[in-house]
């Protein structure tokens, strides 16, 4: 059973940072990736990272957000970095079996991040 996990999220001042944290068990997926729904807004893709860590960036957030993979853990991670109000969202890890830029056959819970001002 695929199952992806996140975890990390939290309640930051703006300009701090967090790293969020998202475990898949089940399988090896060859694209994993982060999104985020801001309140009132439709779901917005962030990075992803492909088989051999490809890494790809929304440009609103290219610079200050990182994603990487411990292959030994198949866990992968957004480090957050000079954090905004408008970064306020739940956020969500996908995985998917092909290696495309926008994963999205499976799907975590969400973890809220909110950015105090």
């Known amino acids: 059973q695929e199952r992806l996990v996140e975890s990390g999220g939290g309640l930051v001042q703006a300009g701090g940072s967090l790293r969020l944290s998202c475990a898949a068990s089940?399988?090896?997926?060859?694209?994993m990736g982060w999104y985020r729904r801001q309140p009132g807004k439709q779901r917005e893709f962030l990075a992803s990272i492909i088989i051999s860590d490809v890494t790809h960036y929304a440009d609103s957030v290219k610079g200050r957000f990182f994603i990487s993979k411990d292959h030994t853990k198949n866990t992968i991670y957004l480090q957050m970095n000079n954090l905004e109000p408008e970064d306020t969202a739940v956020y969500y890890c996908a995985a998917d079996r092909t290696p495309t830029l926008g994963p999205s056959d499976w799907w975590g819970q969400g973890t809220q991040v909110t950015v105090s001002s």
């Open positions: 089940g399988k090896n997926f060859p694209s």
